[in-house]
């Protein structure tokens, strides 16, 4: 039995288990033409949330702590998070619906998420199908296959890829893309687990769901990749060869994707830690696939695979939301009766269980590829294998309390001692990791100096001896139990769809053939568990530490040391293997090779016949909502008399709970010290704050709260007296340093005094908490530039153009990594210089005549939530800092922001229009190339999201995906800048894709001309712009989309002309955008890649001035 936190952050965590095929799309992001791909254990790469206005839920925990549950000490805090009544009668009609070609297995009510379920199986096939019933209109549908392989070739992930291809009924060739341009999906995703794959969609639009579900259920019960070599050959490997003299390269989109995976330390560390500890099961393979195996993979081995795993009987069919029952049973028979029985497809995928058969701990050493400039530094990880039986209720929520306990906050036990132990740079290892059958537990260090390898272990075996023997303090257990409990119950998914938490949270019992509905289940061993530590305190934890981890002896140390040459070692091996291919080749031989590189070119730069096109199903025009959803808003300036701006968000229900921003203005910052404002933001809550200490303070927010955070805010804002919608010149904007925090309305109280507290009083002085701090983020960053140099790239080309961007670059982006070795040199060799500094911010931002004219109060919550909290607060106002007649800040929407002028003068220093490489170990490059599409003051048509996402899905995903075999292309639009950037993920040119977007302009301007004779093809790139703008969003998503509306002065009359703009768009829209990118004004790039790809490129006569980053 599993449970499952059902959190946006741990539906993230949740793919870091998986190989991941993901598209994002949205207005700013025209399209992120990839298929995610993350490696067996952890995830690398990335995850695209779709810009919905509001970012995606940050509470503590991970996915993975599967369960919740709250010490008997903190009940008071959680009970108003109940489920809010629903129209129960209604959903439990739902229960036990009836059809011919369906048994009813069993029904269930979970009353712990309001859900109403039936489990079915199909009588012909075998297929089972949970349907469950709820009053959310965001409905998910999925299919999952248990798909273990037995080698490291990729086939789960290739065939994942793969079957969207194109099916029996729908003839394109890559219908996937098609729903990706003209669908209103909230969700459209495939993933590949080691054990299992997984293809989900959501819609909030019934007629949508029902297409998208249709064209998925095709397409993995009828792929045409098994019986067309082609779509093996894009998406999985193949010999490319244009010449005869040339030599012989591999290409392939997953082979690509994974070269990308395996350049990246983080992720051979995990890969090589999971192996490590599954010699026997099918864990010990990498089910995304070994660059060097994946060319071992046959088309016929391919399509055996999908003949052994794919039948419906080895299926899982899961359905949620608030669609009719009777016509979920009726669209899947329609695929199912196709299939009779197949009695071996169960017992042929069975996972078998990895039993602890190590006599002593393992200890292995395997290099990392590293920069000629990089520290010869390693990363040390021990990892457990927990169990090797299936977990009992009560010992799931155990564990995940006790993976809290040690590993989930920086105040935790293991996680604290590893950091202040001095030997390493940041935290590796995610604790547990309970995804699959058998949960594994790893924890570590990197940037460790060899001669302290050994000491990492010692630290950590003696932190759990310690544990052992003294336990955990009440409050350390109050506090966990209570942070994760506070999720469990908000169910806050943010931008995920909550079926989809639903789905993944029963399929980590059901793929292994146990209940679904018991997956989703805590209320019963929730109060176990509380009995148990009301009667015997700390002793749960204490005999599961002893038994799982310290006397577990499966377990192995992992030690990844720096080689400066693996890179160009794994290149020369691929190069020697290629021409060992080629010579072994008669001419006959390697003209075939010529002729079918050929041939699939032309297939893939192919359009789709029109009536290929016609078979995918579609919306029309008049399925949209023309109207922009505007949520509550209320603006009380000056309330109470106390100078501070209180804007609230009444919204139907909140659940009881009271979300929370308290903004205060930063404008009085320093220029210099701005790249300090995320240390200072992180110091706020991990150094601890007036009488309380980093563990106190870390515990305090975690029993009374459902979590605090702080961060900057930078955002551009409309400016007074101008066009509105019109691109600004970037001297206009607001700064905020926003703390965020949310609780029971019971619980304001303490929410407002923590806020408080850390405004005030965080401990600035506190010299090996900040180099701590300092050393991790230099890691982080430094892993960011490798795994995720497209974000590296677009950070700095946006910096080029606008003050906010370069501001940002110099927060978070490249160059914030030299900032941040600074100030490690700065905290390390003259800390009172430092803390002077940070010093000076707070009281800069304090300063009492004039910081409450700065601040805002943001809430959101029900009509009885603010009823509860107005005494807290009036209270809470009525003591922040700062007289009440604060003298009056500049106004930010007419002048220029106080930083502007030094900043540009920084800008022409620091930030020319230049083309430049950033060199790092890796066998990808990530390409951007952007410049100015819109000058200052003219205004922005909502047509441009239209177009920019149309270019995205159409042509880069052609170019730079199909054709080329980067794992991803994306185009980027901000109307407010109107900078516009070409980026790529994964990919294996360099020159040929600057060569793609510079062709984007004519591909556009005859996509323009086809568009006059093809309305189904305009009518396909608006729907699809839609959907990006009409995502659903939690309750504090709501609230936080309204609060940024407001504060950057956009007007509901400008979006929704905005909004009529995108529906109303024409063909000569797209020849206007068009025109304006084959003259896009001081255009520049920026490229992360390795120093062997930039010479390649140099070849080709591009030239880029570059910087080795490690």
């Not at 919740?68 to 000490?73: E, K, L």
């Not at 794959?197 to 095709?218: E, G, M, P, R, W």
């Not at 009301?534 to 934890?541: A, L």
């Not at 601890?688 to 930078?714: F, K, M, N, P, Q």
Request: hydrophobic share 35%.
């Amino acid at each position: 039995m599993a449970f499952l936190a059902l959190t946006a952050t741990r539906v993230a965590t949740a793919f870091s288990a998986a190989t991941l095929r993901s598209v994002g799309a949205s207005s700013s992001s025209a399209a992120s033409s990839s298929r995610r791909s993350l490696t067996n254990a952890a995830a690398v790469a990335f995850l695209d949330n779709r810009n919905r206005g509001a970012s995606a839920s940050t509470t503590a925990g991970r996915f993975f702590s599967q369960s919740a549950a709250a010490a008997s000490t903190c009940t008071s805090s959680i009970t108003a998070l109940r489920q809010s009544t629903v129209v129960e009668s209604e959903l439990e009609k739902n229960l036990g619906v009836s059809h011919p070609a369906f048994d009813i297995i069993s029904t269930d009510i979970v009353t712990e998420f309001g859900a109403y379920c039936t489990l079915y199986r199909h009588k012909q096939s075998g297929a089972e199908l949970l349907s469950v019933s709820t009053d959310d209109d965001n409905k998910c549908f999925g299919i999952t296959f248990r798909t273990p392989p037995t080698d490291s070739t990729g086939v789960p992930h290739i065939l994942e890829h793969s079957v969207l291809c194109g099916s029996r009924k729908y003839k394109t060739k890559d219908p996937f893309v098609q729903l990706l341009q003209g669908s209103l999906q909230t969700f459209l995703n495939a993933f590949t687990y080691p054990d299992r794959t997984c293809y989900v969609v959501a819609s909030q639009n019934t007629k949508d769901f029902y297409n998208l579900i249709n064209v998925y259920a095709d397409a993995v019960y009828h792929p045409r990749a098994t019986s067309d070599p082609m779509v093996h050959a894009q998406e999985g490997w193949h010999l490319e060869l244009e010449k005869i003299e040339e030599p012989l390269t591999y290409k392939g989109v997953v082979y690509n994707e994974m070269k990308g995976v395996y350049s990246s330390p983080d992720s051979l560390l995990q890969r090589d830690a999971q192996q490590s500890i599954f010699p026997d099961n099918t864990y010990g393979v990498d089910s995304g696939g070994s660059p060097v195996e994946i060319p071992n993979l046959s088309f016929e081995q391919f399509a055996e695979f999908h003949q052994k795993f794919y039948h419906p009987g080895n299926s899982r069919i899961f359905f949620a939301g608030d669609d009719d029952v009777a016509n979920r049973l009726e669209i899947m028979d329609e695929y199912l009766k196709d299939f009779g029985p197949s009695p071996e497809s169960k017992p042929a995928s069975t996972i078998q269980w990895q039993k602890k058969t190590f006599d002593a701990p393992k200890k292995i050493r395997n290099p990392y590829p590293a920069g000629n400039d990089q520290p010869e530094t390693h990363m040390i990880m021990m990892n457990w294998l927990v169990n090797d039986r299936p977990l009992t209720p009560v010992e799931e929520i155990t564990v995940t309390i006790l993976d809290h306990l040690l590993m989930g906050t920086s105040s935790s036990i293991l996680y604290k001692t590893l950091m202040e132990s001095g030997l390493g740079e940041s935290i590796t290892g995610g604790g547990l990791m309970s995804e699959l059958m058998q949960g594994t537990f790893s924890a570590g260090l990197k940037g460790v100096k060899p001669e302290d390898a050994d000491k990492v272990e010692e630290v950590i075996m003696s932190t759990l001896q310690k544990v052992v023997e003294e336990g955990f303090t009440e409050d350390a257990i109050a506090a966990s139990m209570n942070t994760i409990e506070f999720d469990m119950r908000e169910f806050n998914t943010g931008s995920f769809p909550k079926g989809l938490s639903l789905m993944l949270g029963s399929m980590r019992e059901w793929i292994y053939d146990r209940s679904p509905t018991d997956a989703l289940r805590f209320e019963e061993p929730l109060a176990e568990l509380k009995k148990s530590i009301s009667e015997s305190g700390s002793k749960v934890f204490q005999d599961m530490v002893k038994e799982f981890l310290l006397e577990n002896t499966h377990r192995s140390t992992l030690e990844m040391f720096p080689s400066k040459t693996l890179e160009e070692e794994q290149l020369q091996e691929e190069k020697d293997r290629l021409a060992k291919i080629k010579e072994s080749m008669s001419e006959e031989e390697l003209q075939r090779i010529i002729d079918t590189t050929t041939e699939l070119k032309k297939l893939q730069a192919a359009e789709d016949a029109p009536e290929a096109r016609a078979t995918i199903p579609s919306l029309e025009l008049s399925d949209l909502k023309r109207e922009v959803t505007e949520y509550p808003i209320a603006v009380s300036e000056n309330e109470a008399d106390t100078g501070v701006t209180v804007v609230r968000h009444e919204l139907g229900s909140t659940s009881g709970i009271a979300y929370a921003n308290l903004a205060v203005d930063v404008s009085g910052v320093a220029t210099e010290d701005i790249p300090l404002l995320p240390l200072f933001t992180r110091m706020m809550l991990e150094t601890g704050a007036g009488e309380y200490d980093s563990v106190a303070l870390s515990r305090r927010i975690g029993t009374h709260t459902g979590g605090v955070s702080a961060s900057a805010l930078i955002a551009g804002v409309e400016v007074e007296g101008g066009t509105e919608g019109a691109v600004t010149s970037g001297e206009h904007f607001v700064t905020k340093l926003l703390i965020t925090g949310k609780a029971t309305s019971d619980k304001t109280d303490e929410l407002f005094s923590i806020f408080d507290l850390i405004l005030r009083d965080a401990n600035l002085d506190a010299k090996s908490k900040i180099i701590e701090i300092l050393k991790q983020a230099k890691s982080q960053k430094e892993s960011t530039v490798q795994g995720s140099g497209h974000a590296t790239s677009n950070a700095r080309i946006r910096s080029r153009y606008n003050v906010v961007g370069y501001i940002n670059e110099k927060m978070t982006g490249l160059s914030s990594l030299d900032v941040v070795k600074d100030l490690l040199d700065q905290a390390e060799n003259d800390f009172p210089a430092l803390l002077a500094r940070l010093e000076n911010i707070r009281n800069t931002i304090l300063e009492k005549s004039t910081c409450r004219d700065g601040m805002i109060l943001d809430l959101t919550g029900d009509a009885a939530v603010f009823e509860k909290i107005q005494p807290s607060v009036e209270n809470f106002l009525s003591k922040l800092p700062g007289d009440t007649n604060a003298e009056k800040l500049q106004d930010f929407y007419s002048e220029p922001h106080p930083w502007v002028k030094e900043i540009k003068e920084e800008m022409a220093a620091n930030a020319p229009i230049a083309d430049e490489g950033f060199v790092v170990p890796t066998q990808v490059s990530y390409v951007g190339k952007g410049g100015r599409l819109y000058d200052i003051d003219e205004s922005v048509s909502g047509s441009t999201a239209v177009v920019s996402r149309f270019l995205g899905t159409g042509y880069m995903w052609d170019n730079i995906r199909v054709i080329g075999g980067a794992y991803g292309g994306f185009c980027q639009f901000n109307p407010r800048d109107g900078v516009f950037s070409f980026l790529s993920y994964r990919d294996p040119n360099l020159a040929g894709s600057i060569d793609v977007y510079d062709g984007a302009a004519d591909a556009l301007l005859a996509s323009a001309a086809d568009m006059e004779n093809d309305p189904d093809a305009l009518t396909t790139a608006i729907i699809g712009a839609i959907a990006d703008m009409d995502g659903a969003l939690s309750p504090d998503q709501k609230g936080s989309a309204q609060f940024k509306r407001w504060l950057t002065r956009e007007s509901p009359e400008q979006r929704q002309k905005y909004r009529d703009e995108v529906l109303n768009t024409t063909p000569a829209d797209f020849k206007a955008f068009a025109e304006r990118l084959k003259a896009l004004k001081d255009p520049s790039s920026a490229v992360v890649s390795s120093k062997a790809a930039f010479e390649d490129a140099a070849k080709a006569g591009k030239e880029f001035t570059l910087k080795n980053v490690m």
